[in-house]
């Protein structure tokens, strides 16, 4: 069969957009100088590279055409952030921002970033600038680049937690893009400095004088985008089986001995389209712990050279390790690294912590896990949950850890904080971690509508309403302390990894999901798929007599997804309605 770069394709259009671009600079500086809303095509493909997607607001859609008129335009704009690190200034700044230049709140994305939605075009530049004024940046958030690395969160004082960190940072220093076109169009020119260390200046490499120079993407970048994570066995919160690239770590006595590297995790995939499917890492080899940055470049550039650069839909790296199989991946991988591939240990997830409520750091310092309900940090009625945050960063100074899971830890806290801190959530109608259900605490969705232009469904604004119809479910069956995982997205490309979690509910017509069940909370394989074109009020009555059935049968210990699992789509089909 041949394999991903053995037959010649038309490259396409994204790719000549790239090549032309002159480093991504493209004509984005003109566009932005002109009275309009939106950018053309050209340019709307390149400021991804520097942190934004242009959106329209899908609410306004049909409104807008009665009318006879056109699109309302709006861009979202996300901040890259290694290990979802931030200060007390920076989180409070971007609190500003959210108020000035966005729709009143703050994104924690499934990637350990923030986003902002509704930024309109002519408010695009000093949106950016804003956040680079607090040493943050956008710079590689989208596009086809390194994305944001992701690692565990938490910020225990153990050495293991605190290299995750460093590597995270040194990963994303080396992989961000070298162009000066950055700095040119959003900082006038201006070199600056990030919290986690990256520098570029205006002139191009890393002030090294070489205009223009991407000394690992080359010209054309890579062909899709490209994501990596840090993981432990014990703490998977990043879903190292679904990045591109995962590095989980080897520990002996509280010390990283070495990396098993998975390459190849991926959860897009489009409906009716057979050569597109999620995939999990596979483990390739085994590094040192000095060897991670080197690593992290070689798989990067064989990504570059052999990665399809025809069809976009495969166009992930996860096609390239399917397609050639894993020991012709090792083969290929062997001539980029700069030092002998050696086996990998397979060594094997064990847990995935949350770290909600409140946890010794290790210190004399304490932090507090605050969930966030599918990452959208606002105020609505009662709830003032972006009220209670933004009092209790200005107050207590804490530093700030972005989870996987969208929710947000406050860091380097005193003992004394923790009465302090629940007693102004609750005030502000905050639900307090331990109060929230576990499937609630589990659970992802994606922004989809309104802001996303390749939902068909909708998912953040739908979730909170199926948890709450589960937890009814759960409690009448009294499997209301069984943790289980739930994720839906409002179309295929499964951007909160749907295809891995004990439910996923991935969106299919309009008010339709197709569902899939078998996952497991560890994110250690695939679920399959149970059920298509569930009405969006049949989800939680098509999954009850599974629930039943798991209640009567399941075998002790066993979690819904391995219940799931064990019996198979063949031994589910009994239980669709």
Not at 190 to 214: F, I
Not at 448 to 464: F, G, H, K, V
Not at 559 to 575: A, N, S
Request: net charge neutral; charged share 25%; with cysteine.
């Amino acid at each position: 069969m041949p394999t991903e770069t053995d037959v010649p394709v038309k490259l396409s259009p994204v790719e000549a957009i790239k090549d032309n671009s002159r480093q991504l600079r493209g004509t984005i500086a003109e566009e932005l100088a002109q009275d309009s809303d939106h950018f053309n095509e050209q340019n709307k493909q390149l400021i991804k590279f520097h942190g934004s997607y242009q959106q329209d607001d899908r609410d306004e859609r049909k409104n807008r055409s009665k009318e006879g008129v056109g699109k309302y335009y709006i861009f979202m704009v996300r901040c890259k952030m290694p290990g979802g690190k931030m200060t007390a200034a920076q989180y409070l700044a971007i609190d500003d921002l959210a108020s000035k230049y966005a729709n009143d709140t703050i994104r924690l994305t499934s990637r350990q970033g923030i986003q902002f939605h509704g930024v309109l075009k002519s408010n695009l530049k000093a949106t950016i600038a804003g956040i680079n004024e607090c040493l943050m940046s956008t710079l590689g958030a989208c596009g086809d680049v390194e994305r944001n690395v992701m690692a565990p969160p938490a910020p225990f004082a153990n050495p293991v937690y605190r290299q995750l960190q460093e590597y995270a940072d040194a990963i994303a220093q080396h992989l961000a893009p070298r162009s000066g076109a950055y700095h040119e169009i959003w900082l006038n020119g201006k070199a600056v400095e990030t919290a986690s260390g990256v520098t570029v200046h205006p002139s191009g490499t890393n002030g090294d004088g070489q205009v223009g120079e991407e000394p690992i993407y080359g010209k054309v970048y890579l062909p899709r985008k490209f994501k990596t994570g840090l993981a432990l066995a014990d703490d998977n919160l990043t879903d190292v089986y679904a990045q591109d690239l995962g590095f989980l770590a080897d520990v002996h006595n509280n010390q990283i001995a070495g990396f098993d590297v998975l390459v190849g995790g991926g959860m897009g995939m489009t409906h009716g389209n057979a050569n597109t499917f999620p995939y999990t890492g596979k483990h390739i080899c085994h590094i040192q712990p000095d060897q991670v940055v080197q690593a992290a470049e070689a798989v990067i550039k064989l990504f570059r050279d052999h990665g399809n650069r025809g069809d976009r839909k495969r166009a992930r790296i996860k096609y390239v390790v399917e397609s050639w199989g894993v020991d012709k991946f090792r083969e290929v991988l062997a001539t980029y690294l700069p030092f002998p591939l050696v086996l990998p240990k397979d060594i094997e997830v064990k847990k995935f912590p949350l770290w909600l409520g409140w946890h010794a750091q290790g210190d004399g310092k304490y932090f507090y896990g605050v969930s966030v309900e599918n990452g959208r940090i606002r105020d609505v009625g009662d709830q003032k949950q972006r009220l209670a945050l933004r009092t209790l960063v200005q107050k207590l100074r804490p530093n700030i850890r972005i989870t996987p899971m969208q929710d947000i830890l406050l860091c380097d806290l005193p003992e004394s904080a923790k009465a302090e801190i629940e007693a102004l959530l609750t005030e502000h109608g905050v639900t307090l971690p331990g109060r929230v259900s576990l499937p609630r605490q589990h659970s992802m969705a994606c922004p989809a509508i309104p802001t996303c232009p390749l939902a068909i469904s909708e998912a953040e604004r739908t979730l909170p309403h199926i948890i709450d119809e589960l937890d009814a479910e759960l409690t009448k069956l009294a499997l209301d302390k069984e943790t289980i995982s739930v994720r839906m997205t409002g179309c295929p490309n499964g951007c909160v990894r749907p295809y891995q979690s004990d439910i996923g509910i991935v969106g299919r017509s309009g008010d339709k999901y197709t569902l899939f069940l078998g996952g497991n909370v560890l994110g250690t394989r695939l679920n399959f798929q149970f059920k298509d074109l569930v009405p969006q009020q049949d989800i939680v009555p098509t999954l009850r007599p599974v629930l039943t059935a798991y209640k009567n049968q399941r075998a002790v210990g066993e979690g819904f997804g391995d219940f799931c699992h064990r019996l198979g789509l063949e031994g589910l089909t009994q239980f669709a309605s």
